[in-house]
T-cell receptor, first 113, second 113 residues
């Protein structure tokens, strides 16, 4: 499809394991955002990529969280040594430019047992 | 500091009535964008409407309009002739000129039959 694609849609893992979440933005979109959303809550900003600029990592909650964006396209969010409080929906969004509206993926629902 | 405030955590409105969802923002930038998103219970984030800070007319998209009052720094969303399908979480967002987009905490709208 032409939208933002996230995988997996659901992930259940044991505490202490590492997880990788993938985001495939809309082709040609230069901006890419990762957010975390707990049940019934608002969006918590994690990280922002804009073109070839250094990413804005100011929202990452701890050094267990990291993200990459390869070739200005696909992004991977990695959470190491997962904790139960990491359980949430992780949303990815992209936009054509810094100014444009964001288009969101359907999210990855992460559950840490 | 950049800030978005949505003061209504929840609202109940009778079907077919008009709804106004409040949003105020704070920024020192002269150029910025304002957005509204809808998040139904299914979880996807749907872009509704955009207003640029230099746009002289209020943005409209179908039943959605944005009541932009620049001097008061408010960007309220108006939904005309509400429908049961409008029940959802609504997020206001602002993108300052040289910074990442930020979201409000959201307003949960319930449309009553």
């Amino acid at each position: 499809g032409a939208g933002v694609s996230q995988s997996p849609s659901n992930k259940v893992t044991e505490k202490g394991k590492d997880v990788e979440l993938r985001c495939d933005p809309i082709s040609g979109h230069t901006a890419l955002y990762w957010y975390r959303q707990s049940l019934g809550q608002g969006l918590e900003f994690l990280i922002y990529f804009q073109g070839n600029s250094a990413p804005d990592k100011s929202g990452l909650p701890s050094d267990r969280f990291s993200a990459e964006r390869t070739g200005g396209s696909v992004s991977t969010l990695t959470i190491q040594r997962t904790q139960q409080e990491d359980s949430a929906v992780y949303l990815c969004a992209s936009s054509f430019s810094r100014e444009g509206p964001q288009h969101f993926g359907d999210g990855t629902r992460l559950s840490i047992l | 500091a950049q800030k978005i405030t949505q003061t209504q955590p929840g609202m109940f409105v009778q079907e077919k009535e008009a709804v106004t969802l409040d949003c105020t923002y704070d920024t020192s930038d002269q150029s910025y964008g304002l957005f509204w998103y809808k998040q139904p219970s299914s979880g996807e984030m749907i872009f509704l409407i955009y207003q640029g800070s230099y746009d002289e007319q209020n943005a409209t998209e179908g039943r959605y309009s944005l009541n932009f009052q620049k001097a008061r720094k408010s960007a309220n969303l108006v939904i005309s002739a509400s429908q049961l399908g409008d029940s959802a979480m609504y997020f206001c967002a602002m993108r300052p000129r040289d910074d990442k987009i930020i979201f409000g905490k959201g307003t949960r709208l319930h449309i009553l039959p």
